[in-house]
């Protein structure tokens, strides 16, 4: 309940309770969009001097890009053919060896040529035995490919030079892009993605004075959305508030507060402002006595009124969007009997919602949960701290603890007997 003091918080709650997540989402993208554009103005808003330098610079930059002629995927094909010239003598010989295996002028030494005699001497053997024909025809197929290959490799063996001139030009390349690449902290990879982003500064500079114009018209309207949203939000709000305050004022003064009354103070921010959440600041308020005035919850509600209120809110929100878990300390201070009941029915009630912790020393209240933790100090033998031990009540145990909390020196059976009277209503 001390998350209530939070006016964050009490926005949320009175959110929650009149379920504007729809209006709220529309606030938040409306201003994320005027936001984002306004952020981009002031970019462009840099002083005049700040954006001729930055011009200067990225003309100085461009040129340099554009006296290497930079062509995408460039780099890989250089150092490939880099590659290739660097091993020029051993490529050349390497490939015209298998060639000469493959297909020379040296039948002995001629791999086709072998197969070629081979797949003849199978189609003399297959008008004997017919059974050789597949094996005939997947010798012809392994000719033909080895054919093939042949001729390709003969074709990729054309390709390999020994072109000194060409390597230098080369190296002397592919080290002026390793330099460029330096200068600019990046990969050579990058260089072509670099000057397109350089080219692209350079030119939103020079088009700012028009996109500046434009821009503004679109924070207009991006404006004036966030405002025509903000208003509508406020309106819900004002509607949502009149109707929780006065649902939270009857459940308070049921819950012990007999002369409370809970308000909920909306105020928009002045001169059109607004935020994600929209144009309003929140206050929860209390008036504990009449004639005492209403007063932030920080500075009027105790601990133990302040989980009471919080308690009325929650009932109030019920099936609106909930908090998992809701953890109540003090809730019955300063009450008891029928007061006391009717916090015990009220948390009961809500933890058929969602999931209730309750502090309490009163039976009334303690006989309304669902389950019973009891929580008990314990001395250690051999230490002079002190340790809590928490544990689960069975039926019978919580009869006994119910009847204990009934008070009197003894546990009597008619305590016990009320105890359990207690704990039937609520099973």
């Known amino acids: 309940h001390q998350r209530l003091l939070k006016r964050e918080e009490q926005l949320?709650?009175?959110?929650?309770?009149?379920?504007?997540?729809?209006?709220?989402?529309?606030?938040?993208?409306?201003?994320?969009?005027?936001?984002?554009?306004?952020?981009?103005?002031?970019?462009?808003?840099?002083?005049?001097?700040?954006?001729?330098?930055?011009?200067?610079?990225?003309?100085?930059?461009?040129?340099?890009?554009?006296a290497l002629e930079l062509a995408e995927g460039e780099l890989p094909q250089l150092e490939e053919e880099q590659s290739r010239l660097n091993n020029g003598e051993?490529?050349?010989?390497?490939?015209?060896?298998?060639?000469?295996?493959l297909d020379g002028e040296n039948e002995e030494f001629s791999a086709i040529q072998q197969l070629h005699r081979a797949v003849a001497q199978l189609e003399i053997l297959e008008t004997l035995d017919h059974t050789i024909q597949p094996l005939r025809e997947q010798l012809l197929e392994a000719t033909l490919q080895a054919n093939e290959v042949a001729s390709e490799l003969q074709q990729q063996t054309s390709q390999y030079t020994l072109d000194p001139t060409r390597l230098q030009w080369l190296n002397q390349?592919?080290?002026?892009?390793?330099?460029?690449?330096?200068?600019?902290?990046?990969?050579?990879?990058?260089?072509?993605e670099k000057q397109q982003s350089l080219q692209q500064q350079h030119d939103q500079l020079h088009?700012?004075?028009?996109?500046?114009?434009?821009?503004?018209?679109?924070?207009n309207q991006a404006e004036a959305s966030c405002l025509k949203t903000a208003k509508q939000l406020h309106q819900l709000r004002s509607k949502a508030a009149k109707q929780l305050q006065t649902t939270v004022t009857e459940e308070i003064q049921?819950?012990?507060?007999?002369?409370?009354?809970?308000?909920?103070?909306?105020?928009?921010?002045?001169?059109?402002?607004?935020?994600?959440?929209?144009?309003?600041?929140?206050?929860?308020?209390?008036?504990?006595?009449?004639?005492?005035?209403?007063?932030?919850?920080?500075?009027?509600?105790?601990?133990?009124?302040?989980?009471?209120?919080?308690?009325?809110?929650?009932?109030?929100?019920?099936?609106?969007?909930?908090?998992?878990?809701?953890?109540?300390?003090?809730?019955?201070?300063?009450?008891?009997?029928?007061?006391?009941?009717?916090?015990?029915?009220?948390?009961?009630?809500?933890?058929?919602?969602?999931?209730?912790?309750?502090?309490?020393?009163?039976?009334?209240?303690?006989?309304?949960?669902?389950?019973?933790?009891?929580i008990e100090k314990q001395q250690n033998r051999d230490a002079a701290d002190t340790s809590?031990?928490?544990?689960?009540?069975?039926?019978?145990?919580?009869?006994?603890?119910?009847?204990?909390?009934?008070?009197?020196?003894?546990?009597?059976?008619?305590t016990r007997a009320h105890a359990k009277e207690m704990l039937s209503v609520t099973e």
């Open 12 to 66: 949320h709650l009175l959110d929650q309770y009149g379920e504007h997540a729809k209006q709220l989402k529309k606030m938040a993208q409306q201003f994320q969009q005027w936001e984002a554009l306004s952020r981009q103005q002031q970019q462009l808003l840099q002083s005049e001097a700040e954006r001729k330098d930055r011009i200067s610079l990225l003309d100085f930059q461009l040129q340099e890009f554009a």
């Open 388 to 414: 809590s031990q928490i544990t689960l009540l069975s039926t019978k145990d919580r009869i006994e603890e119910v009847a204990r909390m009934l008070g009197g020196v003894e546990i009597t059976e008619q």
């Open 173 to 192: 390349r592919l080290a002026t892009l390793s330099d460029l690449a330096r200068k600019h902290q990046c990969d050579a990879e990058a260089l072509f």
């Open 254 to 374: 049921q819950l012990g507060m007999e002369q409370g009354t809970f308000q909920v103070q909306l105020t928009p921010f002045t001169d059109n402002l607004f935020r994600a959440h929209g144009m309003d600041e929140i206050a929860f308020m209390v008036e504990t006595n009449p004639g005492n005035g209403f007063h932030p919850l920080a500075k009027t509600a105790s601990g133990g009124e302040l989980s009471r209120i919080s308690l009325a809110i929650q009932l109030a929100s019920a099936n609106r969007g909930q908090t998992p878990t809701l953890i109540f300390d003090e809730v019955d201070s300063g009450v008891g009997g029928g007061t006391a009941e009717r916090i015990g029915q009220k948390l009961h009630q809500l933890g058929e919602e969602t999931q209730i912790l309750c502090v309490t020393h009163l039976p009334q209240v303690a006989a309304q949960g669902h389950q019973h933790l009891k």
């Open 90 to 101: 051993q490529l050349l010989e390497l490939s015209q060896q298998a060639h000469q295996r």
């Open 207 to 219: 088009a700012a004075a028009d996109e500046l114009e434009g821009l503004q018209q679109a924070i």
